[in-house]
């Protein structure tokens, strides 16, 4: 039985064991200094004025309308890839399929078919349905496997190089997706990334982008630097056409194969191969025995709507459900779009969650109390003794635990004519994890045991306790933050959302979630809405441009609040349901948005 809340000699809730997250900010652009307040003076923000503040000053967009179908990714061309799909008569399944397989190919600095994710299904009439194919500690992993000789954490060790791969997962929960819930044949709905991995495609300015935060990474190896440079060793240019013909081949044998290709065939044989060779764990048993997991999604209620997210092995879907559970006990609506009250009931929530998610793990390995977290009861008391004018120092809610889980991952979206909706976020962890091809391969392989707790007790490098129940262990998954979410009414699904963001990934989805059903933003506004963040540790809400006015600013610094200017971070690809706003009726069915942050993403309607 849980025990109640231990409590501080102020009253406050005294949580578990969570700690601070790595305070990065979300894709290429990196840190850099941006104003904080937005120069309107009112007390809230302007939605549709969102992007003036922003380095491309980027105008209003009306969401993306389609009458039959939406896929939204952050890479326009495997957003086309899924509509052209459902336009041959695929459904969601066969859709999310071809995206990911292409966004292997179009974004490889997150796509991938050498990482892992989370996949949120929902059938029309049936219950949704989780899907863990998230990478696997190798069999020959072992607790203490990055500290030196006196126990201290030998840098670099879990993120670059071969001793940082997990057993990769995508493969497996694609093929076990297709074959399950598909209606095309796999050669249809793989045949399209085959072809932009074997003729290229003209690189855009985000993909120039991404590809320039790892140029040093791929001059020092002979396989990156064959694909992603020039032949002269210059990093590729806006303009360039990227062919991965080695890539190609690899796609082609799971399209004839199937997943047996990747984890009983050649591939594995070759993966195993580099990896023995360059002193990495994988082993033939590791690819053998790996198997995607079916989980039952967490589900949480706010203002009539069902929430439905990730469970562990993600603390992502807990804390969005905590945060939204303590919400709503507040009439968000009627206090304002990001006003000084709005933001202060907002903040606190999002501490208390953050400082909630107590030492979590893999549910194969560990008792998660999630009953208890997710209870209304106990929200309500949360709720009850958080103060609405002044700040609560994170100092009064109890250490907690957490993973150094990076930012760099990306999501995509897509629902069909019969109202199948998928959630999909999957990741290699870093940018191009851990910077090691497989072989001839021609694919990036994850840097996800970077995941796991290295030391557990103990701070790493950014300050961040390290979870007992987050420890390496053979075969375990690790803890991750990633929230694929669906949000229903009456049966049928309303919002389809997810981003990536490490850490901030809860805060991402709560900001469109409470765009679109507190203030009624449509899709696009929601997704462009500034966003601000607070986990715990650091004390500092982090804040983009625009986030807060300098009236909000000004009255919540009163109330012992500190902003921390951010760069901005997350990239959220969401569909929305009947109208490109709650309740409002569109000429279309199905409404897109995507995050215009870094270029190259896209929604399109079939």
Known sequence: MMLPPRRSSSGLPLRLRFAAMVFLACGPAGFSTVSLAAPASSSAPDPLAYGKDQPDGL??????????????SAQKLASDVGAQILAKGGNAADAAVAMGYALAVVYPAAGNIGGGGFMLLRQPGKPSIFIDFREKAPLAASADMYLDAKGNVIPDLSITGWKAVAVPGTVAGLDHIHRKWGRLSRKVVMEPAIKLARDGFVLGEGDVALLNTSTDAFRVSPEARAIFLRPDGSPLQVGDRLVQTNLARSLELVAQQGADAFYKGPIAKTLVQASQKNGGLLQAADFER???????????????????????????????CEILDILSGYDMHALGLHTAPALQREIEAMRHAYSDRRGLGDPAFVQNPVQHLLDPAYAAEVRAHIPTDTAVPSSTLKEGEATPEKHETTHFSVIDKDGFAISTTYTLNGWFGAKVIGGDTGFFLNDEMDDFSAKPGSPNMFGIVGSKANAIAPGKTPLSSMSPTIVSRNGKPVLIIGSPGGSRIPTIVLSVI?????????????????????????????????????????????????????????????????????????????????????????????
């Open 59 to 72: 105008p209003p967009l009306a969401p993306t309308p389609g009458k039959h179908g939406m896929a939204v």
């Open 514 to 606: 409470l765009g679109v059903v507190d203030y009624g933003l449509d899709i696009q506004q929601a997704i462009d809405l500034p966003r601000l963040h607070q986990q715990w540790l650091p004390e500092a809400v982090e804040v983009e441009a625009g986030a807060v006015t300098p009236q909000v600013e000004t009255t919540l610094e009163h109330e012992g609040y500190t902003f921390s200017p951010h760069a901005p971070w997350g990239m959220p690809e969401g569909i929305l349901v009947g109208g490109p706003k709650l309740g409002e009726k569109g000429s279309a069915h199905y409404y897109g948005g995507y995050d215009r942050r870094h270029p190259g993403g896209g929604a399109t309607g079939e």
């Open 290 to 320: 790996y198997q995607p997991r079916e989980l039952s999604p967490l589900s949480c209620h706010y203002r009539g709507y069902v929430v439905e997210t990730s469970p562990p092995p993600s603390g992502g879907g807990i804390a969005l």
